[in-house]
């Protein structure tokens, strides 16, 4: 009857589940032509479709064996597989796997390139352990840097997470994995995550919050997209139908499937009529017996569930395409983890200490060099195959200096002057301090939210006090998202930002610190000089039913940039071991239409001694708009590698998108006719050249009823 070879079925039962878990043992013919579909579905009876909407475990979709519909098999992500080995349990720590950095890593690295490797990597290792769709990447705007989950997100910018997290899902479904792009949309913040109702205008919606989910599904067509547990202007995200229906499937052309983040389903008949397709985890009988009793009252549209049945087995058939099993090369992956934490960590402060020169005894301070903080809490928490000491990494790089090891800080949050008198003991008779801090674990953590941005109380102490003895002292910090540095950033002669590195983060710090690798990450979010500096300040956390978005399109360097605020350290910021000269800034038009492209060409020289790589940057800035903007916007970047005295000349390329902003009275993106400054920079304050560019603008719209027109000079 159907085109699909006929499948044998080898039912294994296992005695925790009593559930039969079916190995199919063949891929499917192709079934996700929607002829074949739609002949599935005429067969499916109502009670089949409504129980395939709603997980059949806390990992699994529904298998239906009287159809040949095979379960399909979801994990955790985004930064490594955390297979639990049972599909249909809670229970059971999670298979080892590789554990790569986080994104806050990941975004600093500026490297879309190695992202489609890292996504490859990734696949294989969901491959092996026989998953079909990781759960990730999570790509929410960085709102405030008290956010708990920034650890697992990319950026402040839509433009680079949306570049990154692109060339990310590419890589993943290249080898026929999907992924489920998170959490849609505005989970910005932990505290009362499951019920905060986010108030955010239709602008600032779709210009920052939604912008880099509309690159991704419009780029890189994720398998699914994973609903936010919050509200968004009063709506559940579970059942928010302007948002998954009107812009995702609708306006953005989605064909995938919309899963539920966990426990995010309020109503399930409420969710499906809102767009959400698929509920997670299950299984629910009282929710599937009441989307068959809302069909038979007529409450639910049958072509509703039918809609969302065809999406889920689309997807289900096209995961069963791709043999699972195997193994992936331990090995490799690790080499691959250490190679991205060396390309995300960013040199903040050097002062002609780094990168070491042979010292014959380090003093090696703090927890965080023997217990790698690699990262962060929560649903993302993976089981490494293996971790590299921080402390064992230096000691194969010093090559028989003499080393000593102290503690410093322990993950308890009290002050202990013990700890601190013989840190600085042995700080004073080294030729070298390392002093490793990594935040408290609960401070880089999914479900709760920082209070401040503050190192504690001890590690404060504990750099000031080592410094004052040991000015050859670099501070390594383990953080998934901004630290206040203001009590203590002068006192160390150098600072290293290894972030929630991944498993191999010990051996990326080292090699960084010793010069085996050269620096080259830059911050993909902004390092404020204070908590009461950030733009969500005054509207955060928001009361106990919802938080104002008050702040509007002005986050992150849209904000400082724009009000002139003075930071610590600027978003696209980083040092490097050499040095870049700028040369020849041009444009290859000076004056286009909206629908052409222009390129911005500008030579980099790298100066130093040492190969290097640079992150030149593009923003876009508008000289006069009807509606208010930012005064810089990301529109473009490129990383170049250079040997010592090389030159390349770099193109980025702009298009409409890098002009356009999005108004609400049109309810799309548009551009105006007039002038722009294109700012070539190395970070969104340290600028090389201000390129003049006339746009005009071809869309036809009707007029507005804005009277005000905004000059930015
Ligand atoms: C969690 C997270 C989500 C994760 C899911 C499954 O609550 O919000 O990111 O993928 O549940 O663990």
Known sequence: VYTMKIVLYL???????????????????????????????????????????????????????????????????????????????????????????????????????????????????????????????????????????????????????????SHLVNGIQSLGVGTSLKHFAANNQEYRRFSINAKIDERTLHEIYLAAFETVVKNSKPWTVMCAYNKLNGYYGSENYHLLVEILKKKWGFEGMVISDWGAVHDRVAALAGGLDLEMPGPNDRRVKAVIEAVQNGTLDEGTLDESVRRILATVFKAAQTPKGGTFDQTAHHELARQIASEGMILLKNIGILPLNKPKQLAVIGAAAKQAHFQ????????????SEPLAAIKHFADGAVITYCEGYTEKENYDQVLIDEAVNQARSAEVALIYIALPLEKDSEGIDRSDLDLTVQQIALIQAVCAVQPNTVVILNNGAPIVMGEWINAPAAILE?????????????????????????????????????????????????????????????????????????????????????????????????????????????????????????????????????????????????EPGETKSVSIPLDFSSFAYYHPDHDRWITESGEFEILVGTSSRNIHARLGLTLESTLQLPSTLDISSTIFD
């Open 498 to 642: 290894a972030w929630t590195m991944g498993q191999a983060g010990g051996d990326a710090i080292a090699e960084i610190l010793f010069g085996k690798v050269n620096p080259s990450g830059k911050l993909a979010e902004t390092f404020p000089r204070k908590l009461s500096d950030t733009p969500a300040f005054v509207n955060w956390p928001g009361s106990h039913r919802e938080v104002n978005y008050g702040e509007g399109i002005f986050i992150g360097y849209r904000y400082y940039d724009t009000k002139d605020i003075p930071v610590q350290f600027p978003f696209g910021y980083g040092l490097s071991y050499t040095s870049f000269a700028y040369n020849n800034a041009r444009l290859s038009a000076t004056s286009i239409k909206d629908t052409e492209k222009v390129a911005v060409l500008i030579d980099v020289t790298n100066t130093g001694k040492m190969a290097g790589k640079e992150i030149v940057q593009v923003y876009v800035h508008d000289k006069k708009s009807v509606l208010i903007r930012p005064q810089k916007e990301l529109k473009g970047f490129a990383k170049v590698a250079l």
């Open 376 to 387: 962060g809490g929560g649903s993302s928490h993976i089981n490494p195959t293996i971790v």
């Open 11 to 165: 039912g294994v039962f296992t005695p925790k589940t009593s559930k039969c878990i079916i190995a199919f043992t063949k891929p499917f013919a192709k079934v996700n032509t929607m002829t074949n579909l739609e002949t599935l579905l005429k067969e499916m009876t109502l009670e089949e479709k409504a129980a395939l909407c709603t997980g059949a475990g806390p990992w699994t979709t529904k298998p239906i064996e009287r159809l040949g519909i095979p379960g399909m098999i979801m994990s955790d992500g985004p930064h490594g597989v955390r297979r639990i080995p049972n599909e249909y349990t809670w229970e059971g720590d999670a298979l080892p796997a590789t554990c790569f950095p986080t994104a806050a890593c990941l975004a600093s690295t500026w490297d879309a390139d190695l992202m489609y490797t890292l996504g490859q990597a990734l696949a294989k290792e969901a491959i092996a352990l026989k998953v079909d769709v990781l759960l990730g990447p999570g790509i929410n705007m960085k709102r405030s840097p008290l956010g708990g989950r920034n650890f697992e997100y990319f950026s402040e910018d839509p433009f680079l997470a949306g570049k990154m997290a």
